[in-house]
């Protein structure tokens, strides 16, 4: 297939955009390369290349590559989406793609297995096997940062298609909407230069907004009417048509496109929105959900507008995340408190988001509360009173702190006698409370168990010479998870004092002083 006609449209596009937006804040990460390329490459060059790797590799990237240009260097980045595109002695490296100890590299060499579309079900069945590499069939050319590359399918039926995917396995692979490189790579220039939000570019729709309208009004497939409609969220404003359309998809029975739709509705004319979002608000748990991620992110100057009502949907909430999204409109407001102090029979959900809001504003005349959760069966309750306790001093919580040890003790050490290869990974919702609470510089705990004794021995540092008596009492009772945590505790207590002890020295006062001029 011939593309010159399209590769001087690139060209052209390119330079347009590299003087319309010379400083990259147009594009996420386009401060990186600046919109920049490299020289051309030679046919020798690309010839060695799929030599080495034993690969061969799509017509149009191999164009793009002899014809507009690479990576500036090894180090650089070239221009395209998000952080940009590698040079080929970078992707030559990258899981040893051109060792010449192999023959034959499977990575490369067998057929793509993943396909568009892949369900959460069918990708963990597929990338289950820790052993066995699940993007076969693809080459990487590009980063969008931190762990997710950016992929060109080299076999199989969806040769030469873009693909996002995630080194950690965690979500499906993105295929983009483009038949090839080219298309996808135009795409990007077009959106810039349209002035469109390429955060999430590739992972939605092209086109202008009667285009999306009408790709949605001519297909029944649900899925894509879905991304029809999250594609709009790239525009900045949209006009009268797209605001009547996104009405009629708002009246539609309850579904995630009509959850989009009223969150777009929201976000580009808010008094329009209103009864829509009336009735999402009093609506499904997932329509709840949409409602109150729109007012917070798109209305939060109106949330005030918002209390009465969700308040009154407070005690329906099921989900923790429904009610993370009430926390962050409601904030510190003693009215939301009361509310979900007033919850007949509360869920774990609602107790532990109480138990969040009491630590922050302590009364003594509350300390039933605290008592229930640190005396309640579920471990994350149990995690977020001692949390919230941490910075109380109230001897009534020693029996309590005492109980837990042993309990605790007793159960990782068992999880240890049980499983002693066992790298005892952090359930998941431990795993994002952790990770909320914690910078990733700091030692974190790699068990429910381990996490909530360490948690105990903070919640003792105020009580003074009572704590250490426990702790003794505890290690001298044989519990060496004790004092395993003590120690590791003693240790990041260390860390922490010898960092204090450097930001007092004359040249890191200086510095300091410096710093804040």
């Given amino acids: 297939m011939n593309y010159a006609e399209q590769l001087q449209r690139i060209k052209r596009k390119l330079q347009s955009v590299r003087k319309l937006d010379p400083t990259g804040e147009r594009s996420y990460g386009a401060e990186r390369h600046l919109y920049r390329l490299g020289k051309p490459l030679t046919e020798s060059q690309v010839n060695i290349f799929e030599t080495e790797c034993r690969i061969s590799l799509p017509e149009d990237y191999r164009a793009f590559l002899t014809t507009v240009g690479g990576s500036i260097d090894d180090e650089q980045y070239g221009a395209g989406p998000y952080y940009g595109i590698y040079s080929l002695a970078r992707i030559a490296n990258y899981r040893g793609y051109s060792s010449s100890e192999k023959e034959y590299n499977p990575d490369l060499c067998n057929s793509c297995t993943v396909y568009p579309n892949m369900s959460e079900e069918e990708w963990e069945e597929a990338s289950n096997d820790e052993a066995v590499y699940p993007y076969r069939g693809m080459m990487i050319f590009g980063t969008q940062g931190c762990a997710y590359p950016m992929m060109l399918v080299l076999n199989g039926e969806y040769r030469g298609r873009v693909v996002y995917i995630d080194e950690e396995r965690s979500r499906p692979p993105v295929f ?67 605001l009547a359309f996104l009405e009629t998809v708002a009246k539609m029975k309850s579904s995630p496109v009509k959850c989009l739709a009223v969150q777009m509705l929201v976000k580009s004319d808010y008094p329009r929105s209103k009864p829509y979002l009336t009735q999402s608000v009093f609506g499904t748990e997932n329509e709840k959900l949409a409602a109150f991620q729109a007012i917070h992110w798109y209305a939060s100057k109106h949330r005030d507008d918002w209390t009465k009502p969700i308040l009154s949907v407070l005690p329906e909430i099921k989900e923790e995340r429904t009610l993370n999204f009430v926390s962050y409109i409601l904030g510190e407001s003693k009215d939301f408190l009361q509310t979900l102090l ?26 039933d509360i605290f008592y229930q959760g640190l005396d309640d069966p579920n471990d994350i309750i149990v ?80 009580y003074g010479q009572i704590a250490d008596d426990l702790v003794k009492k505890m290690t001298e009772l044989q519990h060496t998870s004790i004092a395993a945590i003590a120690e590791d505790d003693l240790k990041q207590r260390e860390r922490i004092r010898a960092k204090q002890e450097k930001r007092k020295t004359p040249w890191a006062k200086l510095l300091r002083l410096l710093r804040w001029r």
């Fill in 342 to 367: 007033a919850i007949p029979d509360p869920s774990s959900i609602v107790r532990k988001k109480m138990i969040e809001k009491l630590g922050r504003t302590f009364k003594p005349d509350r300390l």
């Fill in 383 to 462: 995690l977020t009173t001692l949390q919230a306790v941490r910075l109380i001093t109230e001897p009534g919580f020693l029996p309590y702190f005492e109980k837990l040890i042993v309990q605790y003790a007793q159960r990782y050490e068992k999880r240890k006698q049980d499983n002693p290869n066992d790298n005892e990974l952090i359930e998941e919702q431990v795993r994002e409370l952790l990770s909320e609470k914690f910078p990733r510089q700091v030692w974190v705990p790699q068990t429910i168990e381990s996490h909530i004794l360490w948690t105990i021995l903070a919640c003792l540092k105020p």
């Fill in 176 to 242: 983009t909407y483009e038949k090839n490189f080219l298309d996808w790579y135009e795409r990007w220039l077009d959106e810039i230069l349209a002035g469109y939000d390429l955060r999430s570019f590739g992972y939605n729709i092209g086109g202008d907004e009667q285009s999306l309208i009408r790709l949605f009004q001519e297909t029944d497939d649900t899925a894509l009417q879905e991304k029809c409609v999250g594609s709009f969220f790239k525009f900045p404003s949209v006009d009268e048509q797209t």
